[in-house]
């Protein structure tokens, strides 16, 4: 593995940009006026430093829309011209590096669908070997942060140096709130395995809705990850892509109005970000250990269901016992007291004889009544 870490040059591209950078901009380009209003009315907050906007959008299944393609270039390049923004687009491959470059956009940005996909980064990393494109590469759809630092290698071993990571956030399997998991841990991963590469997180994709963001917002700063990418649409009740969590820019601004840059020591950081990690570890666990709970009480339901069409008796005290036995016998194996195996079984126990008197008990009524 290519030692990230010891490349002090990956960093100092953002030196530059004194303070935490922020990016905003449309999900996708939509019209030149969606773009040349929208830059200017984020321009005018004389926050932003980068306008973002999507002109090939990879989409989870055909027929939305798929982004304006080139003509969305010279709407970017207009936008530059015009307010002195930076700009970024994504690229998912050779052909869309070429015509970013072509209409001299200033970073490129690689897509979380592409960053999972070696073939794809290699080829963009071979394509832009000798051109000095600042590139960021969005973290991979599963939380592998080796697919990530992967990405991130490739592009360093083809002379890139002006190198970032952005976090969006990981597919999450189960219904959440979040349109993405954050695992704020993965990032802080990365930065413990490149520390000079400069992170920003992207609270809108991790987010999915408008009324999360500043709190995502918050807690990248509170971790201090180097700046936000923040989707802005000056109409996002039109926007084509993303219309949920795209922010107009009077919202943008009362965002970063409110954000709180904390100044911390190295120590402070590094303490945050230990203690951070570890809460982490225990929400992920707590999540798994209710999951589990949950599935175990619908195995006892459908036991229930069993024994009420056999008639037989819901206390079966043989089969408790050696429930007992056996996970008090586990439970000191993995270091568990066995008063506190004890107690958690019977808390179990109970719950689990209730749920099957319910489910007994409606089958018994649902019989009577026939
Ligand atoms: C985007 O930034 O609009 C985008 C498509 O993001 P991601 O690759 O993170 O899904
Ligand atoms: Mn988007």
């Keep these: 593995m290519v030692k990230l870490k010891n490349i002090s040059k990956l960093n100092s591209w953002f030196s530059d940009f004194d303070g935490p950078l922020i990016i905003a901009g449309p999900c996708s380009a939509e019209s030149e006026e969606q773009m040349l209003q929208t830059a200017r009315e984020i321009a005018a907050l004389g926050k932003v430093k980068v306008f973002r906007s999507g002109i090939w959008k990879p989409r989870t299944r055909p027929g ?32 869309h590096a070429e015509l970013a470059i072509k209409y001299d956009v200033d970073i490129l940005w690689i897509g979380a669908r592409t960053t999972s996909n070696p073939f794809s980064i290699q080829e963009l990393a071979d394509f832009l070997k000798g051109y000095d494109k600042p590139v960021m590469v969005k973290n991979p759809i599963n939380p592998d942060v080796q697919l990530w630092v992967g990405a991130l290698e490739r592009f360093h071993k083809a002379g890139i140096n002006k190198l970032a990571a952005v976090h969006r956030g990981f597919y999450p399997f189960e219904a959440t709130t979040l349109r993405n998991i954050p695992k704020w841990e993965t990032a802080i991963e990365l930065k413990s395995i490149c520390h000079d590469l400069p992170i920003i ?4 994709h991790i987010a999915g809705s408008t009324e999360y963001i500043a709190e995502i917002s918050q807690k990248a700063l509170d971790l201090n990850l180097d700046g936000l990418i923040i989707e802005t649409h000056y109409n996002p009740s039109v926007a084509l892509s993303d219309m949920n969590q795209q922010v107009t820019p009077k919202q943008l601004a009362t965002i970063l109005d409110n954000l709180v840059y904390r100044r911390s020591s190295s120590e402070d950081v590094n303490f945050a970000n230990i203690l951070e990690t570890l809460r982490n570890k225990i929400d992920s666990i707590d999540q798994q250990m209710l999951e589990l709970l949950s599935q175990r009480m619908n195995v ?43 107690k958690l079984l019977q808390l179990v126990h109970k719950e689990s004889i209730q749920r099957q008197t319910e489910v007994m008990n409606k089958i018994n009524s649902s019989e009577k009544g026939k």
């Design 64 to 95: 939305n829309f798929e982004g304006v393609g080139e003509q969305g270039l010279k709407w970017l390049n207009q936008v530059k011209k015009e307010t002195g923004l930076l700009t970024t687009v994504e690229v998912a491959n050779a052909e």
């Design 201 to 204: 997180c992207d609270p809108s």
């Design 300 to 342: 006892v339901e459908e036991i229930g269901n069993y024994k009420s069409k056999n008639e037989v008796t819901i206390l079966q005290l043989r089969r408790w016992e050696k429930i007992m036995s056996t996970r008090i016998k586990l439970g000191k194996k993995l270091g568990l007291s066995e008063d506190f195996v004890k």
